[in-house]
């Protein structure tokens, strides 16, 4: 049991390492154009803060089966690369915690006090929900659990449960309809901001256009959980068993290009496996840290 939860939750962090490498690389100023044309900016893709804290999951998950928050928040603070694209509020939370510093305190104390609700706790978390695959309740229990680390807002956490869930749903042997994938993270995630775009996608699941869903539910411009996830949720639910349409289905939505792509490379990574990731864009991929344990 344990050798498949790994299994599947390894599948999940390559598709979502894959997806972030290669959704930065439209930030690049001569690639800025190529995503509306389909086409492949040069390799080698670096992954992001995306990947490097999902690994983060990943290896915690791998060393105690759930989520141990002082465990993570170490992890967190201890493979901080600040050239990775983190934010500033969390380059300096994790230097903190690296100091000594307590990341409960640290993390409530975000934003005045409000906690952070970005989008920092759903990117890294679809690897969780396909370790709990098929229990979308305890996915969602520890997907809570994770976010609370750096993410204390309402959003921010119910951010993380929507794409644990989804996740556990993606890898699960049957998957839903894209209508009743997101009913069921529906009933999952609690009420806020999150849940209503997560409602506004559902009612956009019989949409085709990327461009109308993301002009309805936003691309995660503005890099909070309630405008990245439910877009992602949509562009999941729509393209669960074709990870490259996933992918250009999401990345010409534009906006944070770089998450919303990790977020449905997980999911839906979760769903068709390594061998449903391009093996040429594996190839141009930048390879995992060897601390996450992926080949161990």
């Known amino acids: 049991m344990t050798t498949d939860r790994r299994t599947r939750a390894l599948n999940s962090l390559y598709g979502l390492a894959l997806g972030d490498a290669l ?7 001569d690639n800025r154009d190529a995503w509306q044309r389909r086409q492949l900016p040069p ?3 670096q992954w992001t803060d995306d990947a490097e804290m999902a690994c983060s999951v990943f290896a915690v998950l791998r060393q105690a089966g759930q989520v141990d928050q002082d465990r993570l928040a170490a992890s967190f603070a201890t493979h901080h690369d600040f050239d990775r694209g983190y934010g500033p509020s969390m380059n ?4 903190l915690v690296r100091e000594g510093g307590s990341w409960r305190e ?4 975000l934003f005045d006090g409000q906690g952070s609700w970005g989008n920092g706790a759903a990117m890294r978390v679809a690897p969780l929900g396909a370790w709990f695959a098929g229990d979308p309740d305890e996915a969602g229990r520890q997907a809570a659990l994770s976010a609370e680390v750096t993410h204390t ?4 956490v119910a951010g993380a449960i929507a794409v644990a869930v989804a ?3 993606a890898a699960a042997p049957t998957p839903p309809s894209p209508a009743d994938f997101l009913d069921q993270v529906l009933r999952r995630v609690p009420p806020g901001r999150v849940r209503d775009g997560v409602l506004a996608a559902r009612e956009l699941a019989h949409v085709p256009s990327s ?3 993301a002009h309805e539910l936003g691309n995660g411009s503005h890099t909070g959980a309630h405008d990245t996830v439910p877009f992602t949720l949509w562009a999941a639910a729509r393209h669960l068993d074709d990870y490259e349409q996933a992918f250009w289905a999401t990345a010409s939505a534009g906006g944070d290009v770089d998450t919303t792509c990790a977020i449905v490379g997980g999911i839906v990574a979760a769903r068709v496996g390594v061998e449903g990731l391009p093996s040429s864009w594996r190839a141009a991929c930048e390879p995992l840290p060897e601390w996450a344990g992926a080949e161990s």
Do not use: E, I, K, N
Not at 23 to 29: E, I, R
Not at 153 to 156: Q, R
């Open 167 to 169: 996740a556990s749903l």
């Open 153 to 156: 807002h309402p959003d921010g």
């Open 92 to 95: 300096r939370l994790l230097r």
């Open 106 to 109: 640290l993390a409530t104390d």
């Open 211 to 213: 461009a109308t869903a």
């Open 23 to 29: 959704g930065s690389q439209f930030f690049v100023p």
């Open 43 to 45: 390799g080698p893709w």
